[in-house]
């Protein structure tokens, strides 16, 4: 990466910048090298810290950089095509080789975002089943599952089992309901502490939210929120699959 001294443009210096990075990843960098430190690399191009740091950010975004815990930025991989179906067997993820690992579950009030979708009290307490996407391997995706006492009115488990055998047993119960429909949207966020810890992720990185709600029986069975990892994930949806574009501005990611 030689240097290269970015002259008046009438684009901002930080995406002028971007495209010049991008190029350069193309050419001189393989997957997984680890880039030059900020300061060598603002030195280069003849530019302010701050300015590097919008266009790390925002190859970052689109999945060109990665920045992991203890190692540094370095070239991302191809993002992994990561299947968002319409299909019941996939929501509850019941079998033995199920890419939905259940990790948790707790009994608490749902998000009040949440407590509207599943026409519930703010203060009902709800199962929240917590579990985590695997792709080849790879951590992709963190979910909150929140399930209404109503939707699965026969667990008689769930008082003794903890841990990952609670969250089966409430994900084992929803297995059994007959699912009419879903609607589903997706947005940009940011990543949470505990997000990003099961994502090795920094907190703060780029996301994608895809918030699902599915209907049973005339009403709201499940409301499930994934954050999954924007740098290697590529969203596919199905001929049924709608796909709701939200504002950031207008709407948050539950919690």
Request: with cysteine; proline share 5%.
């Amino acid at each position: 990466m030689g240097t290269t001294q970015l002259e008046s443009v009438q684009e901002p210096k930080y995406w002028h910048l971007k495209t010049v990075l991008s190029e350069a990843l193309d050419s001189d960098f393989a997957v997984g090298e680890i880039l030059p430190n900020e300061r060598e690399l603002a030195a280069r191009f003849g530019v302010a810290r701050a300015t590097l740091r919008q266009a790390l950010e925002q190859l970052e975004l689109e999945g060109r950089l990665q920045r992991r815990r203890g190692v540094g930025t370095t070239v991302a991989p191809p993002r992994v095509g990561v299947a968002v179906s319409t299909a019941q067997h996939d929501w509850t993820g019941g079998g033995a080789g199920e890419a939905w690992q259940p990790v948790d579950c707790r009994t608490a009030a749902a998000p009040a975002a949440v407590a509207g979708m599943l026409e519930v009290a703010g203060d009902e307490p709800v199962h929240i089943v917590r579990r985590i996407r695997l792709t080849h391997g790879q951590a992709v995706a963190a979910e909150l599952l929140y399930v209404p006492a109503a939707s699965v009115p026969d667990l008689s488990a769930i008082e003794t089992a903890s841990g990952p055998a609670r969250a089966r047993s409430v994900v084992r119960e929803l297995h059994r309901l007959g699912l009419d429909g879903q609607d589903r949207s997706v947005e940009l966020g940011s990543a949470r502490a505990d997000d990003a810890k099961e994502l090795d992720r920094l907190p703060g990185a780029p996301v994608l939210v895809v918030t699902t709600r599915y209907l049973a029986a005339g009403g709201t069975a499940a409301v499930a929120v994934a954050t999954y990892r924007a740098d290697t994930c590529r969203l596919t949806f199905g001929d049924s699959g709608d796909l709701e574009i939200s504002h950031p501005d207008r709407t948050r990611q539950a919690s």
